[in-house]
């Protein structure tokens, strides 16, 4: 029986989002990061088992992301016009990390990345911003062509990197604002959700205190 509540709602997570020296390469492969960059499987907490690696780091030029899906056993579906419906990793931020704020504010945003579905012959990764539902205030507009994403789809799933650059991060300022509102949830087709919180029911999508706390740690 799945509880009412998730455990992972009764917490406040913080953990520390490291520096990345050397900014991986964004050739899909996802074997330049290490294990330090492993983002906490919170899953567990709940007794969900998580089916995909998913790292993070940042440095002066912004924030990446990877993650590596495996197990799968059809065909990738992503369709960029409604990327929410299919294959997809969605990573959220709020560079205020404002925790009691129950809507979004200016200094929230939310990212996402498709392995495949674009380009002439929709073979092409994709990236995104969204707006959030119920925001207090829009963020300002940015060009998601300046977002970076590659991928390399594999016999049984997926890997993919993306960046996203410090001018898209609306108020990204390490050295004064260091600890940021951080989410993200991996929907695969084949093999369900892996979030980082809280999934769909508890509204991660409106409400960004429901989000972990990072800390730009050097």
Known sequence: MNALVPNRLLF??????HYLCNAPALDGRASAWSDEFLLPTLGEIDGRKEFADVWAGWNESGLYIACRVTGRKSALRCDPRSFWTGDNLRLCTDMRDARSAKRATRFCRQFY????????RKDQPVAGVNPFQRAKEPAPRIDAQRLL???RITRDGYTLEAHVPAECLSGFDPAEHPR?????ILEDMDLGQQYLTIGDDL??????STWATTVLTK
């Open 12 to 17: 406040n997570f913080e953990f520390p989002l």
């Open 113 to 120: 990345f498709l392995p495949t579905g674009g380009g002439p």
């Open 180 to 184: 940021i509102g951080f989410y993200y």
């Open 149 to 151: 994403v590659a991928s």
């Open 203 to 208: 509204y991660w999508y409106v409400d960004p």
